[in-house]
């Protein structure tokens, strides 16, 4: 079963084309790396994942819906199915560890006590249970990455996408958040993770598929 299929996708910007023409198949539990060059379109293949760029041809199916053809709430509950980390980590400054990590649920309407009940689990999965008190300038860049993690995993999403989430790593800390994504995997999400980090890909034994000239590649590890 397919958790992700792009077909025919054509992703064209103002004065750019992007993606040319892409097919792909994700099945359910899989855990792909998305690799190519900066500027390919790797994030723009993410973004149309999660309906925040339409593709100007083609068909995208997450989960078996048809993301274009999806609008208001139907996007919304589509996208609560979906963890989304970004290189950036967009942590909110103001707030602490676990107020970052919870305010999705918040925003979503869980009770206090499911939130409370989700949060320890997901702050010791991520190795930040000592630190769910601390705001994000406390903390070292790959925590704060691990914090961008528990946020996007606390409600079990079954698809988890990562855009460039070792980028602004060291090779340690990026090889500690490679190890949380494939936990995550071994417990049943589907993981999509784009990184221009070769040698990262290569320690870890997954499939991957290049973006080049807007097209797609399978690679061979
Ligand atoms: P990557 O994630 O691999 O760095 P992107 O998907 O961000 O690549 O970008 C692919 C191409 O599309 C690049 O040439 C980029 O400049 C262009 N692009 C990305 N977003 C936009 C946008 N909103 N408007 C116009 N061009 C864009
Ligand atoms: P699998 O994909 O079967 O789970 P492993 O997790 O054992 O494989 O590791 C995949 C690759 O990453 C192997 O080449 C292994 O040597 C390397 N590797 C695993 N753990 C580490 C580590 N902590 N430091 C460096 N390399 C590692």
Partial sequence: VNMVQLHNVTKAYVNQLALSDINLEVKKGEFLFVTGASGSGKSTLLKMLYGEELPTQGEVTVD???????????????????????QDYKLIQQRTVAENVTVVLEAQGYTRKEILR????????VGLRDKANCFPGQLSGGEQQRVGIARAIVSTPPLILADEPTGNLDPDNSWQIIQIFRKLNAFGATVIITTHDEQLVRRCNHRVVQVCNGKLLTKNI
């Fill in 64 to 86: 078996e819906c048809n993301v274009a053809q999806m609008r208001g709430d139907a996007l919304s509950l589509l996208r609560r199915r979906i963890g989304i980390v970004f």
């Fill in 118 to 125: 989700r949060l320890e689990p997901t702050l010791k999965l």
